[in-house]
């Protein structure tokens, strides 16, 4: 069997060099949550959703005593919690209006930053020129996570230039390697300096992952800035989210088919941010080691005292906070009355390598 990273390949120049790692062997750990085994004749032992209901692709950035949360559909779901324990409560789309550059459809899977005194939401629209699902990365911002937020400027931050758009901040030509398709999933990445960077995926597959130096208010791009492409792979990963540790940076990603129970959310580390050339990799999260139907989505979150919170949407089905079967099927979603709830778990990190421990209640 083919380790799953090495299957990645990274860009140098204009052509794909396959990783170094051509298997991960015994050295490499895996982040699995390790479930008990229940007795005999007894129902296995699940996660509940911390928010029943639709709520995909969650994006969870601290407020005041709790949280506030961002997902994929119609302005960009909202919801906050008052406590790092308290009760869920929708409220509200948060996208005030799509930019003028983007046409009506759902946004997809943003990602929230508090930076100085305003809030920023950095989202995926959908455009003109790119077919049905294109879209490209835009940023909003608001005083406060509980208003409206106001697009920003009048172009995208990241969008290929063959899109029916004014030229992006980070524009991508035309890549004969990839599909002409658009930019999604974007998420920030602070380094230790402050310096921030947008990260996003290029739609479809290939997937590939990159990322651009924005301005220090991180409302544009920073002048000069070119994006890089930090990774490549064959199938489907999405949703990155990268996190420094002593021992290097982790990846995050969610892979496969996110509308199966196989989808599952996976690492990887690299001794570089801008080299991925040579990683370490394993899976924090699948329908095996959770009991969940799909965990992917994942975003971090700091809770007050510092612990760190794992979000993430999993399918649920028949209006009850329990997952589908594993046999999902796409086509009878809304007879089974499938959706993404959202779950949360306590986020550890051995030796670099993250994993959870302990499920969050509702």
């Not at 994006?59 to 949360?69: D, I, K, L, Q």
């Amino acid at each position: 069997m083919r380790a799953w990273s090495d299957l990645l390949t990274v860009r140098t120049g204009s052509s794909p060099v396959r990783l170094l790692t051509a298997t991960l062997g015994l050295v490499l750990l895996t982040a699995l949550v390790v479930l008990p085994a229940p007795p005999s004749g007894a129902a296995r032992w699940v996660p509940k959703p911390v928010l029943d209901g639709n709520f995909a692709d969650p994006a969870v950035e601290r407020y005041r005593n709790g949280f506030v949360g961002i997902a994929t559909g119609e302005h960009a779901p909202r919801a906050l919690t008052r406590s790092p324990q308290g009760e869920w409560v929708r409220g509200g789309p948060a996208l005030r209006t799509l930019p003028a550059w983007a046409r009506a459809g759902d946004i997809w899977a943003a990602d929230i930053q508090r930076v100085g005194g305003w809030w920023l939401l950095y989202f995926a629209a959908p455009v003109d020129g790119l077919g049905e699902y294109g879209r490209c990365v835009g940023v909003a911002r608001s005083r406060s996570p509980r208003r409206g937020f106001a697009p920003v400027g009048d172009r995208p931050l990241s969008c290929p230039t063959y899109a029916k758009v004014p030229q992006a901040q980070d524009p991508l030509p035309l890549d004969p390697t990839l599909p002409r398709a658009g930019t999604i999933d974007p998420s920030v990445y602070v380094d230790p300096s402050g310096t921030r960077f947008l990260v996003y995926k290029t739609d479809r597959i290939p997937s590939s992952i990159r990322m651009v130096q924005l301005s220090d208010n991180g409302s544009r791009v920073a002048t000069g800035a070119v994006s890089q492409e930090l990774l490549r792979f064959p199938g489907v990963v999405e949703n990155p989210v990268i996190v420094h540790r002593p021992q290097g940076w982790v990846m995050l990603l969610s892979e496969g088919d996110y509308t199966r129970c196989s989808y599952q959310t996976v690492w990887l580390r690299s001794p570089s941010l801008l080299d991925w050339s040579v990683v370490e990799s394993g899976t924090l999260l699948s329908s095996a080691t959770t009991g969940l139907c799909g965990p992917g989505g994942a975003d971090v979150a700091v809770a007050p005292g510092g612990q760190q919170r794992l979000f993430l949407h999993g399918w649920t089905c028949f209006g009850k906070p329990r997952p589908c079967r594993s046999s999902l099927d796409w086509s009878k979603r809304e007879k089974r009355r499938a959706v993404r709830s959202m779950y949360a778990a306590r986020l550890v990190w051995n030796a670099g390598v993250p994993r959870v421990k302990g499920w969050l209640k509702p």
